[in-house]
């Protein structure tokens, strides 16, 4: 019956586990949708600045994003299927009443927010309405934003307020299973092992000579003992086999009780592992979330240009990053950089590396002194086995001039419509962090209308396929040339797309990330 009440209780642990997993799996895909409608805030405002810049083709956008947002903040407030990915999930009404409550002011300011953005799309974009109602929107949409991050907040505080309920049941499990071993133990000595006990010391006075001691069934002995101890009365001259038995009983006894124990240890070792890895891959998702929020989510408003980006890591947490920084008067500087290592450190030499360049790219506009300087604080870590490749380069739209100085990157690209070439920028240039005096070269090109830049890692044209062939920059430059009149975002794509078919499900090795840069009038 212990045993029983024992196997009981490591079930219902085992339960109580797969219950977790599968509520820290609903709350990622709550929190994952709250953080979603963050992007699509983003996207809307983003469209209806398109809009009142005179671009229709931002009308479908703003309709989509405004739609897929309304379904998805109503299905997080009263429950409902939404589209996530490729798929329909089904979602609970939020019963937090804390988190209710932040849904229910970002809903009141969606109301508001949706009208505006009617009105953005049936008025002129010159019109006051007009005028009027994207300013609104703008104002908006930063509260919004505010109020999904504090629900995003309270989501995860509730998750983990969830996730201490079900380890606090894990342990009521685990106390049970403790007690059911002590009683376990405590009711073997008393029905087992003593009575044991006892008939051993009578049997050494049998095999003493003394056969007239009777031998004297103890109160709560097992069934099994007190035959053995009437069996022992009648038939004195089969004592020694008897003895025999009775070492042999308690032989197994021991063993289960062994076996028992081990069982038990292994569990313990079991679910102390699970839980190291839940808080490790917590962890890591935590680190991936925050490096790939310090990448910009979207070209800035310039206008001469457009341009697009995309990384792809090949672990986790990777060590490239490419950034955009508005600079004023019509310049916007460019950066991509790979560090030389993987991983959490990797992670931290990249966010330093970024934070310093963004803070010189706007104390100096020589790409040459940005990267010198970044140079400087990097050595001032003293981090000896690590460093950085980096390109950065300043884009005047109004000249049409891309100024820029290369720290041992791979050399960006020029393709220029009709000519059919690819133009590297060769400029000398030593990595960052490796030693305190490097070389570094500054260069200017004139850009024209059409030109394409292409600024990638060393990832896409060390892409292997299968046979062990490199990607290689003809192949890449072979898209660049054959790609006029796709945006900037299509060409993107397309490079992808041709890699990823290139490597036919080839592992892939490092980080992959491309910027390209498309001129216009």
Request: with cysteine; hydrophobic share 40%.
């Amino acid at each position: 019956m212990i045993f029983i009440s024992f196997l009981l209780l490591v079930s219902a642990s085992v339960a109580a586990t797969n219950v977790s997993f599968q509520t820290q799996a609903a709350d990622a895909l709550v929190i994952d949708l709250a953080g979603r409608q963050r992007m699509l805030t983003e996207r809307m405002t983003k469209a209806v600045l398109g809009i009142a810049a005179g671009t229709p083709e931002y009308q479908a956008e703003l309709a989509e994003s405004v739609q897929q947002f309304d379904q998805t903040l109503a299905a997080l407030l009263d429950g409902g299927t939404v589209v996530y990915g490729d798929q329909q999930v089904t979602l609970p009404a939020t019963a937090d009443p804390l988190v209710r409550t932040e849904l229910e002011q970002v809903w009141s300011l969606w109301q508001q927010s949706r009208q505006d953005a009617e009105i953005v799309q049936r008025t002129e974009p010159s019109s006051p309405a007009s005028v009027k109602a994207v300013r609104e929107i703008e104002a908006t949409s930063l509260v919004i934003l505010g109020e999904l991050d504090q629900a995003v907040r309270l989501y995860e505080t509730a998750a983990e307020r969830e996730v201490a309920r079900l380890r606090a049941i894990q342990l009521l499990f685990f106390m049970g299973a403790v007690g059911l071993v002590i009683l376990g133990y405590r009711l073997t000595q008393r029905t087992i092992v003593g009575p044991a006990s006892a008939l051993e010391l009578a049997t050494q006075r049998i095999a003493a000579g003394d056969l007239q001691t009777l031998i004297e069934e103890r109160p709560g002995a097992s069934g099994e003992l007190a035959t053995l101890a009437r069996a022992l009365e009648d038939m004195r001259h089969q004592l020694l086999t008897s003895r025999i038995e009775l070492q042999r009983s308690a032989d197994h006894l021991r063993q289960d009780h062994d076996e028992l124990a081990q069982a038990y240890r292994e569990l313990q070792d079991a679910q102390t592992a699970i839980v190291e890895k839940q808080r490790l891959d917590h962890e890591l998702d935590l680190a991936r979330d925050l490096q790939q929020s310090l990448l910009p989510r979207s070209c800035p408003l310039v206008p001469g240009f457009r341009c697009a980006a995309r990384s792809e890591p090949a672990r986790p947490i990777g060590g490239d990053f490419y950034d955009m920084i508005p600079l004023g008067d019509g310049k916007v500087g460019l950066v991509m950089a790979d560090v030389s290592d993987k991983g959490i450190a990797a992670a931290l030499y990249m966010a330093l590396t970024r934070s310093v360049i963004h803070i010189e790219a706007k104390r100096s506009s020589s790409p040459r002194k940005v990267l010198l300087r970044a140079n400087s604080a990097l050595r001032e870590i003293g981090q000896s086995d690590m460093f950085v490749t980096a390109f950065y380069g300043v884009f005047d739209t109004r000249q049409g001039t891309l100024r820029y100085a290369r720290a041992g990157h791979d050399f960006p690209i020029i393709s220029r419509p009709g000519d059919g070439e690819c133009r590297l920028l060769k400029t000398k240039g030593t990595m960052l962090g490796i030693m305190d005096a490097i070389e570094l070269q500054e260069d200017e090109v004139q850009l024209r209308p059409g030109d394409l830049v292409a600024l990638y890692s060393d990832g896409i044209t060390e892409a292997q396929s299968p046979a062990g062939d490199f990607y290689g920059l003809d192949r890449l430059c072979e898209t660049l040339r054959t790609s006029d009149g796709l945006t900037s975002q299509e060409l993107l794509d397309r490079v992808f797309e041709r890699v990823q078919s290139f490597q036919a499900g080839a592992e892939q090795h490092d980080d992959m990330t491309l910027m390209v840069l498309k001129v216009e009038e």
